[in-house]
């Protein structure tokens, strides 16, 4: 039993690998490697996550969050390949990817349950069994911290929320107001600046508070763990 818990904790970043990085990565083996065509691609890159939501609802009774989103983010994508002709809508069209996450993660936070936490959760706890404990107490309510800790997880959603939003809103303006060979390189670039955003703004408002909150919990429980072996001598 120990063990099988020792080696869940060696693999915290294995949902992320399985439902976000082997889809997208084998759209972009596919297409790139294989020589298919952008339909192609999308449509057996989509096996991937289709099989993980099909699992998740059978198996555990539940719709895997991640890996659903990226089906639906695949499907839309798979409409969106057959609108042809016009460069500025062909541009255009790649910010529906990051509308639909966008979109997503916010109704998570709507519904309580924050999609981003899945993926902020490694590098907070780091495989650490007294990070995992303190985890456990603040997001489950047990501890006075748990209602500053659940509104920074939620705030850390929302602003990942919004960031690709708004990283829609920008791209879909520069398609059409921009000269289509400056959109096509700088498209990467508002991508490059949106996650950059995400990660500073999200870090100081939302996984950085979360951080010390569990820092904070760890040193709690290790005093109180002192404190009763003291009065127990």
């Known amino acids: 039993m120990t063990t099988t818990s020792a080696n869940k904790q060696q693999n915290p970043f294995r949902p992320l690998l399985l439902d976000v990085a082997v889809p997208v990565g084998s759209y972009y083996l596919f297409r790139e490697a294989f020589g298919m065509s952008t339909f192609a691609a999308l449509a057996w890159s989509s096996v991937a996550p289709a099989l993980r939501t099909v699992w998740g609802v059978v198996k555990e009774r539940k719709v895997n969050g991640l890996a659903g989103l990226i089906l639906v983010v695949n ?26 996450i966008g979109i997503g993660i916010l109704v998570s936070v709507v519904w309580g349950r924050p999609m981003m936490t899945a993926g902020l959760k490694p590098f907070l706890v780091k495989a650490d069994v007294a990070k995992q404990a303190a985890w456990d107490r603040l997001l489950g309510g047990g501890t006075a ?24 809103v920008v791209r879909i303006v520069g398609a059409y107001t921009a000269p289509v060979d400056t959109m096509v390189w700088l498209g990467s670039v508002i991508m490059v600046v949106a996650i950059g955003l995400g990660i500073v703004v999200g870090g100081a408002l939302g996984a950085g508070p979360m951080e010390r909150m569990i820092a904070a919990e760890v040193e709690a429980a290790e005093e109180a763990m002192k404190a009763q072996v003291s009065v127990a001598a």
Not at 156 to 168: D, I
Request: one cysteine or more; charged letters at 20%; a neutral charge.
């Open 145 to 168: 911290r748990s209602a500053d800790f659940l509104r920074a997880e939620r705030v850390f959603s929302v602003v990942w929320g919004v960031v690709l939003l708004g990283e829609c």
């Open 75 to 100: 499907l839309m994508s798979l409409l969106l390949s057959f609108v042809s002709g016009d460069p500025r809508l062909m541009l255009a069209k790649d910010s529906a990817v990051s509308s639909t």
